[in-house]
């Protein structure tokens, strides 16, 4: 990849005049990390110093604009021998980014989770146990002691910043402790990068959110993506914040923000849209076999007791009646879901079902129609492109390509230690 000149021109002479403090910081962290050859994102994300990557050649790059970055083998000279980038996570989830990393084929070692929920931990022990420290609170444990690690990720809580919660206080809700509690993690720790996501709404207070992060020592570049971008059938925007430390960026905060950018316009643009269909198991898995056995029995019980509601108090009715008069006057779909009512569908819960029955008429071009039951009419963002709607935790699909329903169910290459379990399901 060829560095244009904007990357370059203005920020040359910042470069060469912290080519003094980088020298030193080679020194310190030459036992600690380097990059390697299938890693040409992580090295332009991170912008490390290496020690095959001599200071010269940093100059030389700063200077040539249309010197391709030359990627030199990932080598830690750690007390073990080993050679692998150490990552850790908290707010774990299923381990997406070891996931990430295993497809990559880049070699690294998985030192550190931490996950609260039981349903994530026991996918996390089944499939990518971390080798040296297990934690269950972030909170709790940011202030104890953990492995260190040259790559640290966390996707931190997102309803302080949702646009779904309803007169938030941001930053001064009890949950963005959780945040707060990433910084203290970051700042003990100390990786050289570190990646954190979370939804579009915590733009609302975007500006103090670098604030805090950029006053650990780090250049923090964001930049907002989204998987349809790169051709998946999902849309789920999320900002995302990359931080160098700043004693081993070997590009300016400048430099660092246009090449992320430049990345991810240039992944996108090399990735050709996936139908759905192949993001999903098949219907004749055994995985969906046994969730459908699952949702049959819980919709038979729910049956037996008429469907009986949670609370006397359902404001999604109100809501649903409104939705209702909004669009009565539409003009009936001729490619609808009139035989397939929400008994056909197994749905248990008295605001699913309604949602479906009212829906369920009005949908067109119904093989692409793709919607979210676990939101009340209005907010349950319905599409009619194929494309699935931002996943939450509880999200429950309709997918009109197969005129059924479907969870949420992971890749079948993970190992589920108990399938039947409806935690493993989501």
Not at 263 to 274: D, K, M, R, Y
Request: proline share 7%; glycine share 6%; aromatic share 8%.
């Amino acid at each position: 990849m060829a560095l244009p000149d904007a990357w370059v021109v203005d920020e040359a002479k910042e470069l060469q005049a912290r080519l003094p403090a980088a020298q030193n910081a080679l020194a310190l962290e030459a036992q600690s990390y380097q990059l390697g050859a299938k890693t040409r994102m992580c090295y332009l994300i991170s912008g490390c110093i290496c020690q095959e990557l001599t200071l010269s050649r940093i100059r030389a790059a700063a200077e040539a604009c249309n010197e391709k970055v030359a990627w030199p083998n990932f080598l830690i000279n750690g007390s073990n021998g080993s050679s692998a980038l150490r990552v850790g996570t908290d707010c774990s989830g299923l381990e997406a980014p070891v996931h990430a990393l295993r497809s990559m084929g880049l070699l690294h070692k998985h030192v550190f989770s931490c996950e609260i929920n039981p349903a994530p931990r026991t996918m996390i022990e089944a499939n990518c146990l971390p080798e040296e420290a297990f934690m269950d609170d972030v909170i709790v444990s940011s202030a104890g002691a953990v492995p260190f690690m040259h790559l640290y990720v966390a996707g931190f809580s997102c309803k302080p910043f949702s646009m779904l919660h309803n007169k938030t206080k941001l930053l001064e809700e009890k949950e963005a402790e959780i945040f707060k509690a990433v910084l203290r993690r970051i700042g003990k720790i100390r990786p050289p990068c570190f990646v954190l996501e979370n939804v579009k709404g915590i733009q609302r207070c975007m500006e103090k959110v670098q604030s805090m992060l950029q006053d650990l020592g780090y250049i923090v570049a964001v930049q907002l993506m989204d998987p349809s971008s790169l051709g998946e059938p999902l849309l789920q925007p999320r900002f995302y914040f990359i931080g160098l430390r700043t004693d081993v960026a070997a590009f300016p905060a400048g430099a660092s923000r246009h090449i992320l950018q430049h990345i991810w316009t240039e992944l996108g643009q090399a990735n050709e849209p996936a139908p759905l269909a192949q993001r999903l198991l098949p219907s004749d898995h055994p995985l969906v076999s046994q969730h459908q056995q699952f949702r049959r029995a819980r919709w038979s019980q729910a049956a037996t007791l008429a469907f009986p509601t949670r609370s006397p108090h359902m404001k999604w009715k109100e809501l649903h009646d409104e939705w209702k008069a909004k669009h009565c006057h539409a003009a009936p779909s001729a490619f609808s879901f009139r035989g397939c009512s929400a008994d056909d569908l197994f749905l248990h819960l008295p605001r699913e079902r309604d949602v479906w029955d009212k829906l369920r008429t009005t949908v067109g071009q119904a093989d692409q129609f793709v919607c979210d039951l676990s939101q009340s009419l209005g907010r349950n963002r319905e599409r009619t492109d194929g494309k699935v709607p931002t996943i939450t935790p509880g999200s429950h699909l309709i997918l009109g390509s197969e005129g059924s329903s479907a969870a949420h169910i992971p890749t079948p290459q993970d190992d589920f230690p108990n399938p039947k379990d409806p935690r493993s399901h989501f």
